[in-house]
């Protein structure tokens, strides 16, 4: 299975954010409204204003999802907009006719009928008729019998039948017919409906649809809410019509909190404000409003000329340049260049800037007879309005050293902040200027703010710039050798680098847990694409593979191994042959062991499972098979069989396995394996069995003992409990930094994983206690004060269990500011929150032998001794007091957390 060729990785890329498997009404509120039906929900047509609080930012959809959402064609429900959820037939027709501007066609008011077994919700009706009547659905194929076994409305929305829908919607039908007969080039192609292929072949050829991990179609798989809204967002760039709210232009001013765009005569003003959304059209991610540079071409929307969506469609300013030498300003606003034999007049307003040398506005008046001057005109409107006046008289040649303040890719220009402190912007001229850093040459866009440099400047343009002292900064290239010391990578302009290596370099492979040094691809033809990070000394810190130009085949059946020419002969998942080239530099790997191709020879028989890593027929790496480790996705009961889904994408089905190891459960069998539980499972040296099939889990668990002596902690379990040998475990906190074992103590909570029954790590739990200050049941966050005092505020959004007593509740309505409270995060993100029990008495004295308050009986029976933790919290009101400030007969009300005293209040 190709699971990393280049074809395969950007058809995963694309694959994941255009396609793929949305339910949840895409109907706004007046329209919900106006037809009442019992079953549908109350919408809110929820702008891009940031809103949606499932959508976050940077959410691979976010883009396109506030784009559509500006525009009106989705909404959300009540702030959420559920972007994972399924797609059904019957919304995704409401989208598609939000999308064609086809929606106000439907009369909600005239009673609708369809065909017999054609079931559609009622709300969707008069739509599904309009998208018949315009073509967007086929009679014929939506109408068949076959497709009527299911209710057509709510059926889930496969990839096949969105991509019809559409290229209906864009008006393509023609060119789809066109390339019906076409194979589609995917490996499941055989899956296509023979009616949507030329449909899906349509689909790429715009750009708008790609395959997935395997060269995969997945024509069948359902489609999400998040995928659609991107689906419906690209296409936008192949019609012509124009959506409400929608502005597109060049910008004409930005400043005060508004943008003005200007197109045809027309300019139109829009409010900024905090929840503006700003994107470039080129990046799916946001940038911010610095980002948003005059003159430039925008589209924005929003209602009422409040911008909710703002999107860079060309970064490059709508200006030219006009220089030489200035004259005199004169009345109506007149600015006089001198050239060769005559002068100029220019128009400038009161929007004008005019700036000196390095940038810092002036006075016009303070401009000299004589001064070199560059006027910047505005090239959108045609009337040529003067945006901005420079004097570049006044010929600057030194070298000096600084520190770089600013880098404008755009103007070819950089600030610096001299020796002396002064910032001096000055530009630089392609192929006369060199950037380099130490031994290294640099591109512009890899020079940093910040960095420390040495900069010449020649007839006021910059001619070199050397980073004497750099800060952290990113490359790009492609490996080429790897050493224990050293990498050396090819850059886009095809010349090598060579950087030395880090201490411990980060690396990061996609797909691949804890990947080291040893699961990079170095080669001068197909070596891994990456993103190098560098520290301020050139060294490499972080190695993340961008991309692999590799093909990969997991779990692939051996046909022949010839010894003596070294091929091998394969037949990979799909029963498709492929022959490689083994030499002394491939990788081999056989149970935990790294053998040679002499020994190796024997192993390699017919059908014996192996994965391949290969650059054409060269194999870099051999491993036989003796595990797979990947997610339980079905159980056949019948054949005895399971399925797993492997980290590259890839499925294999196996045999039932003889023995099924988890944590806390004896003789488990395989119905103790929940779909979805990632798992470990191990074969037989022949392959045929799997010996036993690990679950791995996660599970938060409170300890009942401590001996960093011996290495080893005891957690509770149901039936007593378990200890852990953790000399060899890695013990972290909650942001994943290391710990000693002496830093937990009995009574702390752990999250532990487990493989089978064997720990794999160990996390400590955070637990904060203190008083409950503020809540806000709706938002879903509550804020406490703790024990030293200092105020955090904590989100729920994972699910609340509150523990008041031996009642559990699932709302925060159920607390008080009253309340204190021990607060902490089970290992499945749910927020548990134990209530601490408390008492009213009547204090009596403090015993010092025991560091104990003795409070006054209310009966004979009545526990009056209660221990003070080491941080007892003793206050009244604000004010903080000593145990020994409380006299006799004072009214107190104590809190306790695990029979222990944490904090008094004096009444």
Same mark, same amino acid.
């Given at each position: 299975?190709?699971?990393?060729?280049?074809?395969?990785?950007?058809?995963?890329?694309?694959?994941?954010?255009?396609?793929?498997?949305?339910?949840?009404?895409?109907?706004?509120?007046?329209?919900?409204?106006?037809?009442?039906?019992?079953?549908?929900?109350?919408?809110?047509?929820?702008?891009?204003?940031?809103?949606?609080?499932?959508?976050?930012?940077?959410?691979?959809?976010?883009?396109?999802?506030?784009?559509?959402?500006?525009?009106?064609?989705?909404?959300? =429900?009540?702030?959420?907009?559920?972007?994972?959820?399924?797609?059904?037939?019957?919304?995704?027709?409401?989208?598609?006719?939000?999308?064609?501007?086809?929606?106000?066609?439907?009369?909600?008011?005239?009673?609708?009928?369809?065909?017999?077994?054609?079931?559609?919700? =009622?709300?969707?009706?008069?739509?599904?008729?309009?998208?018949?009547?315009?073509?967007?659905?086929?009679?014929?194929? &939506?109408?068949?019998?076959?497709?009527?076994?299911?209710?057509?409305?709510?059926?889930?929305?496969?990839?096949?039948?969105?991509?019809?829908?559409?290229?209906?919607?864009? #008006?393509?039908?023609?060119?789809?017919?066109?390339?019906?007969?076409?194979?589609?080039?995917?490996?499941?192609?055989?899956?296509?409906?023979?009616?949507?292929?030329?449909?899906?072949?349509?689909?790429?050829?715009?750009?708008?649809?790609?395959?997935?991990?395997?060269?995969?179609?997945?024509?069948?798989?359902?489609?999400?809410?998040?995928?659609?809204?991107?689906?419906?967002?690209?296409?936008?760039?192949?019609?012509?019509?124009?959506?409400?709210?929608?502005?597109?232009?060049?910008?004409?001013?930005?400043?005060?909190?508004?943008?003005?765009?200007?197109?045809?005569?027309?300019?139109?003003?829009?409010?900024?404000?905090?929840?503006?959304?700003?994107?470039?059209?080129?990046?799916?991610?946001?940038?911010?409003?610095?980002?948003?540079?005059?003159?430039?071409?925008?589209?924005?929307?929003?209602?009422?000329?409040?911008?909710?969506?703002?999107?860079?469609?060309?970064?490059?300013?709508?200006?030219?340049?006009?220089?030489?030498?200035?004259?005199?300003?004169?009345?109506?606003?007149?600015?006089?260049?001198?050239?060769?034999?005559?002068?100029?007049?220019?128009?400038?307003?009161?929007?004008?800037?005019?700036?000196?040398?390095?940038?810092?506005?002036?006075?016009?008046?303070?401009? !000299?007879?004589?001064?070199?001057?560059?006027?910047?005109?505005?090239?959108?409107?045609?009337?040529?309005?003067?945006?901005?006046?420079?004097?570049?008289?006044?010929?600057?040649?030194?070298?000096?050293?600084?520190?770089?303040?600013?880098?404008? /890719?755009?103007?070819?220009?950089?600030?610096?902040?001299?020796?002396?402190?002064?910032? +001096?912007?000055?530009?630089? +001229?392609?192929?006369?200027?060199?950037?380099?850093?130490?031994?290294?040459?640099?591109?512009?866009?890899?020079?940093?703010?910040?960095?420390?440099?040495?900069?010449?400047?020649?007839?006021?343009?910059?001619?070199?710039?050397?980073?004497?002292?750099?800060?952290?900064?990113?490359?790009?290239?492609?490996? %080429?050798?790897?050493?224990?010391?050293?990498?050396?990578?090819?850059?886009?302009?095809?010349?090598?680098?060579?950087?030395?290596?880090?201490?411990?370099?980060?690396?990061?492979?996609? %797909?691949?847990?804890?990947?080291?040094?040893?699961?990079?691809?170095?080669?001068?033809?197909?070596?891994?694409?990456?993103?190098?990070?560098?520290?301020?000394?050139?060294?490499?810190?972080?190695?993340?593979?961008?991309?692999?130009?590799?093909?990969?085949?997991?779990?692939?059946?051996?046909?022949?191994?010839?010894?003596?020419?070294? /091929?091998?002969?394969?037949?990979?998942?799909?029963?498709?042959?492929?022959?490689?080239?083994?030499? &002394?530099?491939?990788?081999?790997?056989?149970?935990?062991?790294?053998?040679?191709?002499?020994?190796?020879? #024997?192993?390699?028989?017919?059908?014996?499972?192996?994965?391949?890593?290969?650059?054409?027929?060269?194999?870099?790496?051999?491993?036989?098979?003796?595990?797979?480790?990947?997610?339980?996705?079905?159980? %056949? !009961?019948?054949?005895?069989?399971?399925?797993?889904?492997?980290?590259?994408?890839?499925?294999?089905?196996?045999?039932?396995?003889?023995?099924?190891?988890?944590?806390?459960?004896?003789?488990?069998?395989?119905?103790?394996?929940?779909?979805?539980?990632?798992?470990?499972?191990?074969?037989?040296?022949?392959?045929?069995?799997?010996?036993?099939?690990?679950?791995?889990?996660?599970?938060?668990?409170?300890?009942?003992?401590?001996?960093?002596?011996?290495?080893?902690?005891?957690?509770?379990?149901?039936?007593?409990?378990?200890?852990?040998?953790?000399?060899?475990?890695?013990?972290?906190? +909650?942001?994943?930094?290391?710990?000693?074992?002496?830093?937990?103590? !009995?009574?702390?909570?752990?999250?532990?994983?487990?493989?089978?029954?064997?720990?794999?790590?160990?996390?400590?739990?955070?637990?904060?206690?203190?008083?409950?200050?503020? /809540?806000?049941?709706?938002?879903?966050?509550?804020?406490?004060?703790?024990?030293?005092?200092?105020?955090?505020?904590?989100?729920?959004?994972? #699910?609340?269990?509150?523990?008041?007593?031996?009642?559990?509740?699932?709302?925060?309505?159920?607390?008080?500011?009253?309340?204190?409270?021990?607060?902490?995060?089970? !290992? $499945?993100?749910?927020?548990?929150?134990?209530?601490?029990?408390?008492?009213?008495?009547?204090?009596?004295?403090?015993?010092?032998?025991? %560091?104990?308050?003795?409070?006054?009986?209310?009966?004979?029976?009545?526990? $009056?001794?209660?221990?003070?933790?080491?941080?007892?919290?003793?206050?009244?009101?604000?004010?903080?007091?000593?145990?020994?400030?409380?006299?006799? $007969?004072? =009214?107190?009300?104590?809190?306790?957390? =695990?029979?222990?005293?944490?904090?008094?209040?004096?009444?």
């Amino acid at each position: 299975m190709k699971a990393y060729s280049t074809k395969a990785i950007s058809a995963v890329l694309a694959g994941a954010m255009v396609m793929g498997g949305a339910s949840s009404a895409f109907a706004d509120a007046a329209t919900v409204a106006a037809s009442t039906p019992a079953t549908v929900t109350t919408q809110t047509n929820t702008a891009a204003t940031g809103i949606f609080s499932d959508v976050k930012t940077g959410f691979w959809a976010e883009k396109h999802i506030y784009k559509l959402a500006s525009q009106g064609i989705v909404v959300g =429900n009540n702030g959420l907009f559920r972007p994972g959820d399924s797609v059904t037939q019957q919304e995704a027709v409401l989208m598609a006719l939000r999308f064609m501007k086809l929606q106000g066609n439907v009369d909600n008011n005239t009673a609708v009928a369809l065909p017999t077994g054609f079931e559609v919700s =009622n709300y969707y009706k008069a739509y599904v008729v309009l998208a018949f009547q315009q073509g967007l659905l086929d009679k014929t194929t &939506e109408m068949a019998t076959d497709n009527l076994k299911t209710a057509w409305g709510e059926r889930k929305a496969t990839r096949e039948w969105i991509a019809e829908v559409l290229i209906r919607a864009l #008006g393509k039908t023609s060119d789809a017919a066109a390339v019906a007969s076409e194979p589609t080039g995917f490996a499941d192609d055989s899956k296509v409906s023979a009616s949507k292929r030329g449909y899906i072949n349509t689909a790429v050829d715009l750009g708008l649809a790609n395959g997935l991990d395997g060269n995969r179609f997945d024509p069948q798989g359902v489609v999400t809410r998040a995928q659609l809204a991107t689906f419906f967002s690209r296409a936008e760039g192949h019609n012509t019509l124009e959506y409400d709210n929608t502005v597109k232009g060049s910008i004409s001013e930005i400043k005060d909190g508004k943008l003005t765009v200007y197109n045809n005569g027309v300019s139109s003003p829009f409010n900024l404000s905090a929840s503006t959304a700003y994107f470039n059209s080129t990046s799916e991610t946001r940038i911010s409003l610095n980002d948003v540079q005059p003159y430039t071409k925008v589209t924005v929307i929003g209602a009422t000329y409040n911008a909710a969506y703002v999107e860079v469609t060309d970064p490059t300013p709508q200006v030219d340049s006009v220089s030489g030498s200035f004259a005199k300003l004169s009345s109506g606003n007149k600015i006089w260049l001198e050239s060769t034999d005559t002068f100029n007049e220019y128009y400038y307003d009161a929007a004008t800037t005019f700036v000196d040398v390095n940038g810092d506005k002036i006075e016009p008046a303070s401009i !000299a007879a004589g001064s070199v001057v560059t006027l910047q005109r505005e090239t959108y409107s045609g009337s040529h309005k003067v945006v901005n006046v420079q004097v570049t008289s006044g010929i600057v040649n030194k070298t000096n050293t600084g520190i770089i303040q600013s880098i404008d /890719l755009t103007a070819k220009s950089i600030t610096f902040k001299n020796a002396a402190g002064t910032a +001096e912007t000055f530009k630089w +001229e392609e192929g006369t200027t060199l950037f380099s850093s130490q031994s290294s040459v640099l591109l512009p866009a890899e020079l940093k703010v910040n960095s420390a440099v040495k900069y010449t400047i020649k007839d006021n343009l910059i001619r070199s710039v050397e980073v004497t002292q750099g800060v952290e900064r990113t490359v790009l290239g492609s490996i %080429n050798e790897l050493t224990s010391s050293t990498i050396v990578y090819k850059k886009a302009d095809g010349t090598k680098e060579v950087k030395l290596l880090g201490a411990t370099p980060t690396i990061i492979i996609p %797909n691949i847990t804890s990947p080291v040094a040893g699961d990079l691809i170095a080669d001068a033809v197909g070596g891994d694409n990456v993103q190098l990070t560098l520290n301020s000394s050139d060294q490499v810190t972080k190695i993340e593979v961008l991309s692999r130009q590799i093909d990969q085949f997991s779990g692939a059946a051996i046909v022949d191994y010839n010894t003596k020419t070294q /091929l091998l002969t394969i037949m990979d998942s799909s029963n498709k042959p492929h022959v490689f080239q083994l030499d &002394e530099k491939t990788k081999l790997y056989y149970e935990g062991v790294l053998p040679t191709l002499s020994t190796i020879g #024997g192993r390699l028989t017919e059908n014996r499972k192996v994965n391949v890593r290969a650059i054409g027929q060269r194999a870099l790496s051999l491993e036989i098979v003796a595990k797979y480790e990947g997610t339980v996705t079905a159980v %056949n !009961a019948t054949s005895r069989t399971i399925v797993l889904k492997l980290s590259d994408g890839q499925s294999v089905t196996l045999p039932y396995p003889q023995l099924v190891d988890l944590f806390g459960k004896t003789s488990a069998t395989i119905s103790d394996v929940p779909i979805g539980s990632a798992v470990t499972a191990v074969l037989s040296a022949s392959q045929e069995i799997v010996t036993v099939l690990k679950v791995k889990t996660v599970m938060q668990l409170e300890t009942a003992t401590v001996n960093a002596g011996t290495n080893r902690v005891s957690v509770k379990l149901t039936a007593g409990t378990s200890e852990i040998n953790t000399l060899a475990i890695p013990l972290t906190n +909650e942001a994943g930094q290391t710990i000693k074992l002496s830093d937990l103590k !009995a009574g702390d909570f752990v999250n532990v994983t487990f493989d089978g029954s064997s720990p794999l790590s160990i996390q400590s739990v955070k637990l904060t206690s203190g008083q409950v200050t503020a /809540l806000d049941a709706v938002a879903g966050t509550l804020t406490l004060k703790d024990y030293t005092a200092a105020v955090q505020t904590f989100a729920v959004s994972g #699910g609340v269990r509150i523990i008041r007593d031996a009642t559990t509740t699932t709302a925060l309505s159920n607390l008080t500011t009253a309340d204190r409270v021990e607060l902490r995060k089970d !290992a $499945n993100g749910t927020t548990i929150i134990r209530v601490l029990p408390q008492l009213s008495r009547t204090f009596s004295r403090y015993d010092s032998t025991t %560091n104990g308050v003795v409070t006054k009986r209310i009966s004979t029976n009545d526990n $009056n001794i209660f221990r003070l933790a080491a941080n007892v919290y003793i206050h009244q009101a604000d004010t903080t007091l000593s145990v020994q400030s409380l006299k006799e $007969n004072d =009214n107190i009300t104590v809190y306790f957390n =695990n029979d222990v005293v944490v904090e008094i209040v004096k009444q």
